[in-house]
């Protein structure tokens, strides 16, 4: 028998459904007004919860068995120092590695295109069936149409229409640039409260599910939370070592045939190798062009090196270090970076792998569950 409870809760839900789906509208907006002022927060987690890996480890290590009072209390401070310290140190030393010869190497690539147009321009002219469909012989570079003060006019319309349009792209851009740099200190900060008192939270958070849950879906619940932190865990640690190892073969490799730029393109292309699949292929594009500045011979043997070392590490490397980690078969691997790249870019395609992953073995448990019942029934 119906209880009029269970009624008055299913007309709510029903009305509400409806308001949302007919006024979507207003409510998406409100929607987006409330995750865009929570974001600090919720960027905030995502620190804490990488930096909370690095910290734990630390905690293991830092004076784990001394029974000393300080000790105690010192360890989570000095810790989560060492861990916010390290990833620093990590990240400034790739864009020191990067940042100025990426600079020089665009420098040099534009002084040298000119003349890289006028060598390719003479070897084109002298093919017919090419040349008829180019500019006459004598033609100069800076006849072709290197105006430059109406380069620099279709620039200044393209931003939006004389001076005005430069204004308002500089004003748009020192705004977006300030307001990033606010939203990234709130999070560090909120990351900093959580991880300080981060049991606490828990306790927190498992007395709130506790009181306003059942107890069956509360465990569900519960088993679903650990699956997801196991996965994200399991794929943070991994792709971590699998771009310091591709990063360390790479720089090697250029070191052992003579390669240009072969620090900075081990530590791009580690970096860049947090990107499951497709991570490393941008790294090893940007170090072909810069290679390119110096030698076009060099840049395409480095990309041949590029795809040996991937073959190798995509079947011994990443198998053994990522894949044993993650249990997600390599389709399901490249259908999660498609639709997450899709979707939220670079960030989709570093989200998109563990949550995957966690859904696959949510859904791999389930059905394993249901056939154990089929075959008992």
Request: aromatic letters at 10%; proline letters at 3%; a positive charge.
């Amino acid at each position: 028998m119906l209880q009029w409870k269970t009624c008055l809760r299913a007309g709510i839900t029903v009305a509400l459904l409806y308001l949302a789906i007919h006024y979507w509208g207003p409510v998406s907006a409100a929607l987006g007004v409330l995750i865009g002022a929570a974001w600090p927060l919720f960027l905030g987690a995502g620190i804490a919860y990488v930096v909370n890996i690095l910290m734990r480890f630390y905690e293991k290590h830092f004076f784990r068995k001394s029974r000393r009072t300080l000790v105690a209390r010192m360890r989570r401070a000095v810790c989560m120092v060492a861990a916010y310290l390290t990833i620093i140190l990590i990240i400034s030393a790739i864009v020191v590695l990067v940042v100025p010869e990426l600079v020089r190497a665009i420098q040099l690539l534009l002084n040298e295109t000119p003349a890289l147009i006028d060598q390719l321009y003479e070897t084109l002219m002298r093919y017919p069936a090419i040349a008829q469909y180019l500019p006459n012989a004598g033609t100069e570079l800076g006849e072709i149409g290197a105006d430059w003060q109406q380069t620099l006019t279709r620039i200044l319309d393209w931003l939006g229409g004389g001076w005005d349009g430069v204004f308002n792209s500089v004003l748009a851009t020192v705004s977006g640039v300030f307001s990033g740099t606010v939203t990234l200190v709130m999070g560090v900060m909120f990351s900093f409260y959580i991880l300080y008192s981060k049991e606490r939270l828990g306790r927190q958070g498992h007395r709130l599910l506790r009181t306003y849950l059942k107890p069956n879906w509360y465990h569900k619940f519960c088993y679903v939370l650990g699956v997801l932190d196991d996965c994200f865990h399991r794929y943070v640690v991994g792709q971590c070592i699998e771009a310091v190892i591709l990063g360390s073969l790479c720089m090697l490799g250029m070191l052992l045939f003579g390669f240009p730029y072969a620090t900075m393109v081990g530590a791009l292309v580690g970096a860049t190798a947090l990107i499951p699949i497709a991570g490393a292929y941008i790294g090893a594009g940007v170090g072909a062009i810069l290679i390119l500045t110096v030698s076009p011979v060099e840049a395409i043997l480095f990309l041949l090196f590029i795809i040996i070392l991937q073959q190798i590490e995509g079947n011994l490397i990443y198998p053994r270090v990522v894949g044993t980690k993650l249990g997600l078969p390599a389709l399901w691997v490249l259908a999660a970076i498609t639709v997450g790249g899709n979707v939220m870019g670079i960030g989709g395609m570093l989200l998109a792998v563990p949550l995957t992953t966690a859904i696959y073995r949510l859904v791999r448990a389930d059905v394993q569950k249901r056939e154990l019942k089929k075959t008992r029934i």
